[in-house]
């Protein structure tokens, strides 16, 4: 079992920035993958990013690259998704998820955390 809790989500202007973080905790979190998801009203959840917990292999969605970076701290366990020039169309609830393997399924969920980018 793991357990995710991500926190950092706020309000901000459009071209303003936040970092989000996902703490885990339970299972050993080693070789597993943390991924980013995001949905906002009416629309489907889409992908965001994703970080390999071993190596640091990343994945950044075409929407957000450039802009968002994924990070983690090993020895606290913890993602992070730095997000640079907000746009309003970022507004969503942001989650946090694990993956046992690159490219496998998300078992595991963070409760969300909204982001909402004003104009």
């Known amino acids: 079992q793991v357990v995710l809790v991500e926190s950092g989500g706020g309000l901000v202007q459009a071209g303003g920035s936040l970092r989000l973080s996902c703490v885990a905790s339970?299972?050993?979190?080693?070789?597993?993958?943390m991924g980013w998801f995001r949905q906002a009203p009416g629309k489907e959840r889409e992908f965001v990013a994703a970080?390999?917990?071993?190596?640091?292999?990343?994945a950044i969605a075409d929407s957000v690259k450039g802009r968002f970076t994924i990070s983690r701290d090993n020895a606290k366990n913890t993602g992070y998704l730095q997000m640079n020039s907000l746009k309003p169309e970022d507004t969503a609830v942001y989650y946090c998820a694990a993956a046992e393997e690159w490219g496998g399924h998300y078992d595991y969920w963070g409760q969300g955390t909204q982001v909402t980018v004003s104009s």
């Open positions: 339970g299972r050993t979190f080693s070789n597993n993958v």
């Open positions: 970080i390999r917990w071993s190596g640091g292999r990343t």
